[in-house]
Structures are given as C-alpha cells and as structure tokens.
C-alpha cells in the first residue's frame, strides 16, 4: 500500500518536476497539473512495476483513487 | 504596406550558441565539424557531423520536465527562441493575438519516432508513449514556442526540407509586410544526428565520407563530395517598423525581400540549369529593389558536387555575369555543416549580423576552387566590406527554393 503511493508520487515527482511533498494521498490530478496524457503514462509505469494490467476507468481523481484501483488489480 | 525589420535573434549551432558568438565564431573561421560523438559509428561510412556542444536545456530556460516530453529538435527551437525574444525585448509589448510564430523542421523528432518504433516492436503497442506523437511532429517547435510567448497570432510551421527556415522567415515578412501580425518568431530547428538519418542520406550518397573534419564540408572546393550533417536552430523575432521604433527597439537588418520557387523536376537533384534558384533569386531582388549596391550572398552551399556548381549558374543568371562576379558570397556550412531545416535561420542571422558589422565571413577551407565555381566565394578569411543588402539562400529536397534579402538600416 505504502509502496504504492510511494511509487506514484515518484512517478508524478519525475514526470512534473514538482516538489514531493506537495504530492498528497487527497491531491487531486488536477490540482499537480496532471494532465490526461501524464496520467497515461504513470499508468505504464505502473503497470511495469506492479506486473499489472489497468484499465483506466471513469471518476479517478485523486492519488488515493489511484491507489486504490492499483491495489485491487495487485490483489487480483 | 509595412517595412519589417529583425529586432532579436537566438542561435544554437555547432559553432556556439547566441547570435554573437555564433558570428564571431564565424568569422574567425572556427570549424564546428567533428568526429560524431552521439552514436558508434562503426558500420556507417559517415564519421563525422556538426554537433551542438554541451546543450543543457535547463540553463537554456526549458525546465527538466518538459524537457523529458520534447524532441531534442523542439528543444533547440526553443532555445533558440528564448534568447531571441530576450535579444528583442518584445515581451510584454505586442498584443497576443498580434504575435505569431512560424518555426519550421524539415524533418522533425525522427529520434522519438526510433525510440517509439523500438518500444513498439520489442514490447508492443501497449508501450508506446502517450507522448510519441506530441513529440514527435514537426510543428511541436511551433506549438511549444507559441505557448511559452502566449503568442496567439498566424502561427505556421514550415516543412521544406533544407529551405524550411529561410522560407519561413519569408512567409512571417510577407504576414507582417501585409499587415497580418505586429511580430513573429521565425525560423526553424534539427535534430537529427542520430543512425537512421545519418543511414538514410549517406545511403542516397548525399553526405560526405571524409573522416577528416578539416577536409569534409567543402562549398565550392574540386574535392567536395557531399554535405555533412549539422543540427540546431536559429530563430529571429521580426517585427513591423513602426512597433519596433514606438519601443525603441534595437534593429539588426530590415527584410525586404523573398523569393519561393520549385524547381518541379526531381525528388533530390537541383535542375541543371538552375532556372528555378535563379527565379527565387530574382524575385528576393526585384522586392528588395536591388540597383547594383554591394551585395554578399550567403550561398546553399552545401558541398555536394551538383548544388554549388548549380546555384553558382543560378547566381549568375540572376544577377548577370558582371554583378555576380562583384558579389561576396560564402558558406557558412563550411563551418556549420548542413544544419537542414535550421540552415536558413542561422545563415539569415549571419547575414544580419555581417551588414550589421560590416563583415562577410568566410567559405573556409576552400583550398582547391573549382573552375566550375568561379565566383568570389570569401575563401578562408573574413572580409571587411560595406554591404548593403544580403540574400540568404536555401534550396530543399523536392526542389523547393528561398531566398530572402536583408537590407543594412
């Protein structure tokens, strides 16, 4: 879970050139300016890291969101 | 109809970076050719390149993210375009929808596309990057520099191989000559020594095998054999007169003349005869309202044994036997290599900056001039000359040709 969320901050963190701790569990996309082609390419990332395969669904948010999701698929 | 005139300029080349020590450089007759440190060569009959040095896109004003999603070419565009509107001072002074940019490649992000292929074979197309096309198409430099300046006017990124730039800047004079905009960045970028490129022309016999740097690009020399491959951007902020003097800008040169043909006879070889050069020729001269002042020509002159021989015949028809025979001209490439689509910028740069100074700089090692080149080509040694008007010319695969003139002010 921790291992998560630490990866999709450094991922954001990389990609935006932003501070860490700006990145919260409640932050919302939009607010670190991650837009819908960054959000495609954390999701390969992800997908590399995790051995997982994501389908991007509707109403993913925040960093919690994609939490969330990623741990389901991890979960199997 | 309105006057234009150059008001900021940016250069990224292998002879150095920013409009003034690019033109120092040249005129010192510094080599900007060397032995190609980008990849192995071994295999390829092509061995050296005109690099740009130690490019750090962060101290060029790009910061590292966005650096990550841009093509190197788009990089130097960019680049490139900073320093220019910092060398203008225009920012803040033009109205958004007043600014325009129209900055070209001839080729774009070819080295995305090789990276994206490769992820896209080796892992398949769940791989490919959200932002392989963003990256990888040629009017991102366009695009990028139009955001960065909020510069919401005519914005027109050019593709016209080897000719981008100088057609460019061509078309951005006509925009504001015709009263369509107040400014526009203008010019164009490469980036593209890297292996299928450097495949690619070597295998259509275009690029030089000389593994000497001192004896591969060759403008006009018996023993020319091919261009060599340069890359980066030149970029200049043209601007309509009257803007420019309302805010007391500093001008460089004024545009005052283009000229656009296509030769419509080959993919790759010029026209014998030159007629279609010559037209652009003639027409940059005729709207430039040349009557024999002092003249310099920076020439395509790109060392391959067709291009010089031809546009020295397209010269002479031009200006006839006698006013081509007074003319200063040199290649700029012989110190550059073949910058592509960014040749024209930097060689319209040099051309402002050689009627700014009163310098022509040189074709160097010229040391074996062809009988079939038997103009003034400035060997070796920079000259010190009154000019008065300048043309730049910038003859591109598909026959494409421009050629634009700059006048002393």
Do not use: W
Not at chain 2, 113 to 133: A, D, H, W, Y
Not at chain 2, 207 to 229: I, Q
Not at chain 2, 254 to 271: K, L, R
Not at chain 2, 346 to 353: L, S, T
């Amino acid at each position: 879970m921790d291992n998560v969320f630490e990866k999709i901050v450094e991922t954001i963190v990389d990609a935006k050139g932003i501070d860490a701790a700006s990145v919260k569990p409640e932050s919302t996309f939009k607010d670190l300016n991650v837009d819908s082609l960054d959000i495609a390419e954390m999701v390969m990332t992800l997908e590399d890291e995790f051995g997982i395969t994501i389908e991007l669904e509707e109403g993913i948010a925040t960093v919690q969101d994609l939490v969330n999701l990623i741990n389901e698929r991890i979960a199997g | 109809m309105n006057r234009v005139v150059i008001t900021g300029m940016g250069v990224i080349s292998p002879v150095g970076s920013g409009a003034e020590t690019f033109f120092d450089n040249l005129t010192k007759g510094v080599c900007g050719i060397g032995p190609i440190t980008r990849f192995d060569t071994e295999g390829y009959k092509v061995k050296v390149a005109g690099e740009v040095k130690d490019f750090d896109a962060e101290a060029a004003g790009i910061d590292r993210a966005q650096a990550k999603r841009t093509d190197l070419f788009a990089q130097y565009a960019m680049a490139a375009a900073i320093q220019a509107v910092s060398d203008s001072g225009i920012e803040g002074t033009v109205a958004p929808e007043r600014f325009g940019v129209y900055v070209g490649s001839g080729i774009g992000g070819m080295q995305t596309f090789v990276q994206e292929t490769e992820k896209l074979l080796n892992r398949g197309p769940g791989r490919v990057s959200p932002f392989f096309v963003p990256m990888m198409i040629g009017n991102m430099a366009a695009g990028n520099i139009a955001i960065r300046f909020n510069a919401q006017g005519p914005c027109l990124p050019v593709v016209t191989a080897c000719a981008t730039s100088s057609h460019a800047i061509g078309e951005a004079f006509r925009t504001i000559k015709y009263g369509h905009a107040d400014a526009i960045i203008a010019g164009g970028a490469e980036a593209t020594i890297i292996p299928l490129a450097v495949a690619g022309f070597s295998n259509m016999k275009a690029l030089s095998e000389s593994e000497d740097p001192s004896a591969a690009s060759l403008p006009f020399d018996t023993r020319r054999a091919g261009f060599v491959m340069g890359e980066g951007s030149g970029i200049l902020v043209l601007e309509e007169y009257g803007h420019a003097m309302a805010r007391g800008a500093k001008v460089y040169a004024e545009v005052v003349g283009y000229g656009n043909t296509c030769d419509a006879y080959h993919i790759t070889a010029p026209q014998a005869e030159g007629t279609g050069a010559a037209n652009a020729f003639k027409l940059a001269l005729e709207e430039a309202g040349y009557d024999g002042e002092k003249l310099y020509i920076n020439a395509h002159g790109t060392g391959t044994p067709m291009n010089d021989k031809v546009e020295t015949l397209a010269i002479k028809k031009a200006l006839g036997e006698e006013r081509a025979r007074e003319a200063l001209i040199s290649s700029t490439k012989s110190m550059t290599g073949h910058m592509l689509g960014a040749a024209g910028g930097v060689e319209a740069i040099a051309c402002a900056m050689a009627l700014k100074h009163g310098i022509v700089p040189p074709t160097i090692h010229l040391d074996s001039p062809d009988p079939e080149c038997d103009l003034n080509y400035v060997p070796n040694a920079a000259v010190k000359a009154d000019i008065q008007l300048a043309l730049s010319s910038s003859l591109g695969f598909g026959g494409h040709n421009a050629v634009i003139a700059l006048r002393k002010i």
